[in-house]
């Protein structure tokens, strides 16, 4: 069984982020809620053997009017909960209520030091609420005596903000964050080049040939972690193999009318299983991805 899962509490965002299926709005699989008896249902099947349990996939958690209980109900089974928001919901109430819930980690994306860098890529995003969100959750993470959650502001790095590497990092130690983290950016259409990819060679996925076009820099790999270790659940109950399915392509069960354990051992799993294993490079997603080997050319 696993001991990682990610599920996914709506697909609906707030926002319009240009590499990104909710803030495209370019889903063909259905959208919606997660619902709490679903959620409730997997996590008394499987909860005994989680370890960590990541509230997301798309969509932005905090449009789930529900979501801070469904976190409660796992920290209560001592199972480490994660969520990643662009923190434009976190008001007074909400920052106490997440504080309460027992969430242990809190990843918040700013990436940008100021509105006009921020919302080069958070399109429809305002700064400023990001930063006030971040000053409710401290103070009431301080106020109430919680160790938790762990905040960590993510900066993805892209072209229009890669100059303000050094500037969050200030930032982020004047709000007093407990880490900040640089993520590399996942680009759709990159072979021609894209106005996305950042000049920093360290915090891009892809390396310019001699022709002018672009490769990732990964090598595909005939294997990948992941399949042995965790898995995705979107909203309504489908399981994935990982977080670059976003559009559910390989669905391997669902939920609603399976077991975790019949999904995980069933011969849909077992067979993609052996197709990555036997030709890694023939699944589309993989052709894009950067994790689960780590393995850089």
Not at 55 to 76: C, I, M, N, R, T
Not at 198 to 214: C, F, I, M, V, W
Not at 219 to 233: A, F, T
Request: aromatic share 12%; proline share 5%; with cysteine.
């Amino acid at each position: 069984m696993p001991i990682s899962l990610s599920i996914e509490p709506t697909t609906s965002c707030n926002l319009r982020c240009p590499e990104c299926p909710s803030g495209l709005r370019s889903f063909t699989r259905p959208t919606g809620m997660l619902s709490p008896e679903l959620f409730r249902k997997v996590i008394d099947e499987i909860g005994d053997t989680l370890f960590y349990l990541l509230f997301y996939f798309q969509g932005e958690p905090y449009l789930h009017p529900d979501f801070l209980d469904l976190v409660s109900y796992a920290a209560k089974k001592n199972i480490y909960t994660a969520t990643s928001t662009n923190a434009h919901y976190l008001s007074d109430a909400k920052a106490k209520a997440t504080v309460a819930s027992g969430l242990d980690r809190l990843i918040i994306s700013i990436d940008g030091t100021t509105q006009e860098t921020y919302e080069a890529y958070r399109k429809g995003g305002k700064l400023e609420k990001v930063l006030d969100g971040t000053e409710r959750i401290l103070h009431w993470r301080k106020k109430l005596k919680s160790r938790t959650p762990h905040v960590v502001w993510q900066f993805l790095v892209v072209r229009p903000n890669e100059h303000q590497i050094q500037e969050v990092e200030a930032l982020a130690q004047r709000y007093g964050v407990d880490k900040v983290a640089f993520k590399t950016a996942q680009i759709y259409d990159y072979e021609k080049g894209n106005p996305l990819i950042p000049t920093l060679d360290k915090y891009a996925r892809y390396k310019k040939q001699s022709d002018g076009t672009y490769r990732i820099k990964s090598k595909i790999l005939n294997e990948c972690w992941k399949m042995w270790h965790s898995c995705v659940m979107t909203w309504d109950g489908q399981i994935v193999p990982c977080c670059f399915d976003k559009d559910a392509a390989h669905p391997l069960g669902n939920l609603q009318t399976e077991t975790f354990e019949a999904v995980w051992q069933s011969s849909a799993y077992q067979d993609f299983r052996q197709q990555l294993l036997q030709g890694r490079d023939q699944i589309e997603m993989c052709k894009n991805c950067t994790e689960g080997t780590k393995v850089w050319a």
